[in-house]
Each structure stands twice: as structure tokens, then as C-alpha cells.
């Protein structure tokens, strides 16, 4: 990134002596102070740290941390402002369950932890806290920043929140477990996963109620849409499969066998939308999918089950998060090998890319 600092005007005195003038003593100024270095990277990767409950900051240049904020209990779900200044992040006091957890033995949930952090980008640091309903995992935002959308599990709803002031503008109720929450190209739709379901539900904003549910794999994860809104990917990660649904008809079109053993979670499209990479939690690849032909062309082993999952801006670079292992790997596309793994927080989770504001 280039420089925004403006170098210092050097004052040249001129002593009266050294012009010919009477030896009187001459005040000396001082060079007007540099404004302080914009230290916002280029593009920078945002990680949320779900057991440490902090964020850390990756300049992808340098493939460093250079700063860690801290946000609150649970940080898991990360999404940017549609100019980059600002992190919307959803942090929740429900207790970490999973896989060989009993959680009838789990504390209760601190329900005064729940809500949506606002993370100033160029700042570095945490501004307020919006009300979120229950227990937020995943959040998504128009495409103007004026609304975000929150899954709130323990509630199986969708909340609607003003990013202004916070105030709760309408709910949905979905099914089970909501965890991905997408909207679609062109803003007047928010799609979101209920694991339990098996199913996507479509909330139409303006009509104020679900379309309908679509009938996916077990245990959806995540949503990405094709640039042109054509078409919706969905993963199973309890099927193996990944879902290509019609946006138009909402209706499935094809499921995508990704392998046995695969359990695809995070997705992201690449901008073009040629290209869809996929995380796959405990089998540790990141994957790469051919979009014009839904055939898998590339498969990395990323790390210690890969969740979080973000694109470079030149398409170049993957990055996982990887939480076993607190850190995150950094992927080359075009040798589909890991480059390096950052260390970042305690249980990486959520993983955004954002170009400098």
C-alpha cells in the first residue's frame, strides 16, 4: 500500500550572523510533527478466535499478526462492511458444546454476552456491542450496510438488525440449528442453514416471510451464491455433498459427491465465480471446484480441521482457520501448497478478507 505519510517540511534557517546581520540570538522552529502512519494493511485477513475471545489481524502481505483485539465471549461469525471500515462480528455466551460434549453438563448460557461486536478497521479496535438475539453464530449484511442478519441458533430465528442503531427491525422463524446465513445477489433475500433441518430457509425482507424451506444434505453449514445470483452452493458436511440449487425455482439441481470421509463446511466463491473453495473441517483439505463443470480440480491438506475459510483479491491465496492447531495456513492456488501457518488466537473460527478502506 502506498504511504500515506506526508513527509515533514525541513525549515532552513538563515543565522543573522551568516547574513550579514547584527549577532542576536534566533529562535529556532521545529520541524512540524509527521501525521501518524495509516497502519490499516492492504488487505488484511480478520480472524475471530472463538475460545480466546479475541480478533486477530493479519497483514497478508507480510503474512504477520499485527494486532489482536479483544471482543468478548464466543467471537465466531465475521463479515465486513461493504467499504471494508467495519467488522460485524457475532459473539455469544451460550457454552461451547460439539462433538463428544454432554452438554446437559454445559454451565448455563450468559445471555448478557450475546450480540454483534463492531470492530473499527483503521481503529483496531472494538466500538460497541449491537443486541443480537440468542446465541448469534453466523452474520451476513446488505449490500448497502444499512442491515446485518443473524442466525441465532439456541432461537432457530433469523434476526434483522439496524447497524445504526441496533435496533431489532424483524424476525423469521427457521428451523433448528440455524448457522450459515448468506444474502443473495441483489439484496432482497437472506438464505440460512438450519443444521438439524437438513434445509435452507429463504426469508423474502420485503414481504416479511419465508418463501420456503429447501431440502439439502444433512447438517448444512454455509452458503455462496454465483455472482449472478443463478445459482447457491450448499455443503453437507454430514452427507459429504455439496448442493446446487436454482435460485429462480429454489429447487436443488444437483448434489455434488465430494468423496467419502469429506465433511465440507465453510465456502467461498471466487469473484468471478469460476471457482468455489470449500473447507472441510476434520478432513483437513481445502478444495477447489470447478463451477462450470462442479467438478472438484484442486485439493489441498490444509491443516487441523479447517473452518473459516477466505479468498486473496487477485485469487492467488487461500486461507484456512484452523482451530485445533491456533493458526491459520496461508494456501498457494496455483501449487496447492501450504506456504506458511500463522499462528493467530485460541480456537480460530471465522475467517474474512478485506481490502484497505
Same mark, same amino acid.
Given at each position: 500500500m502506498t504511504s500515506r505519510v506526508t513527509a515533514s517540511a525541513v525549515v532552513l534557517l538563515c543565522g543573522l550572523a551568516a547574513c550579514g546581520r547584527s549577532e542576536q540570538p534566533? #529562535?529556532? *522552529?521545529?520541524? #512540524?510533527? #509527521?501525521?501518524?502512519q495509516? @497502519? /490499516?494493511?492492504?488487505? $488484511?485477513v480478520y480472524v /475471530?478466535?472463538? *475460545?480466546? $475471545?479475541d480478533l486477530s489481524v493479519i497483514d497478508a502481505a507480510t503474512n504477520t499478526v499485527v494486532a489482536t483485539i479483544p471482543l468478548g465471549k464466543r467471537p465466531r461469525g465475521i463479515v465486513a462492511s461493504p467499504d471494508g471500515a467495519l467488522l460485524y462480528i457475532a459473539l +455469544? $455466551?451460550?457454552p461451547i458444546g460439539g462433538p463428544n460434549v454432554d452438554e446437559s453438563k454445559l454451565p448455563p448460557p450468559d445471555r448478557s454476552a450475546d450480540g454483534i461486536g463492531v470492530v473499527d478497521v483503521r481503529q483496531r479496535k472494538l466500538l460497541k456491542v449491537l443486541p443480537s438475539g440468542p446465541d448469534p453464530e453466523q452474520v451476513a449484511i446488505s449490500p448497502d450496510g444499512k442491515e446485518i442478519y443473524v442466525a441465532n441458533e439456541? #432461537?432457530?430465528q433469523l434476526s434483522v438488525i439496524d447497524t445504526?442503531?441496533?435496533h431489532l427491525i424483524q424476525t423469521f422463524k427457521i428451523g433448528e440449528e440455524p448457522e450459515g446465513v448468506t444474502v443473495e445477489p441483489g439484496g432482497k433475500r437472506v438464505w440460512t442453514t438450519s443444521e438439524a433441518d437438513g434445509a435452507v430457509f429463504v426469508a423474502d425482507l420485503a414481504a416479511k416471510k419465508i418463501v420456503k424451506p429447501v431440502k439439502v444434505g444433512p447438517r448444512p @453449514? +454455509?452458503?455462496?451464491?454465483t455472482p449472478d445470483g443463478a445459482s447457491a452452493y450448499v455443503p453437507s458436511e454430514n452427507g459429504g455433498t455439496l448442493t446446487k440449487i436454482d435460485v429462480k425455482r429454489l429447487a436443488p439441481v444437483k448434489t455434488i459427491d465430494l468423496g467419502k470421509g469429506m465433511r465440507p463446511m465453510g465456502t467461498r466463491m471466487s469473484v468471478d465465480g469460476k471457482f468455489l473453495y470449500v473447507s472441510t473441517g @476434520? +478432513?483437513?483439505?481445502a478444495m477447489v471446484l470447478d463451477t462450470s463443470t462442479d467438478t472438484v480440480v484442486a485439493t489441498v491438506e490444509a491443516g487441523d480441521r479447517p473452518w473459516g475459510i477466505g479468498v486473496s483479491p487477485d485469487a492467488k491465496t487461500l486461507y484456512t482457520a484452523n482451530g485445533p492447531s491456533n493458526d491459520v495456513s496461508v494456501i498457494d492456488i496455483a501449487s496447492k501448497m501450504v506456504t506458511k501457518k500463522i499462528p493467530v488466537g485460541h480456537g480460530p473460527w471465522g475467517l474474512t478478507v478485506v481490502e484497505a478502506p
Open positions: 534566533t #529562535a529556532t *522552529t521545529a520541524p #512540524a510533527p #509527521a501525521p501518524p495509516d @497502519r /490499516t494493511p492492504a488487505h $488484511g /475471530t478466535n472463538e *475460545t480466546g $475471545g +455469544s $455466551g451460550s439456541d #432461537a432457530a445504526n442503531d441496533g @453449514r +454455509s452458503i455462496a451464491f @476434520r +478432513s483437513k483439505l
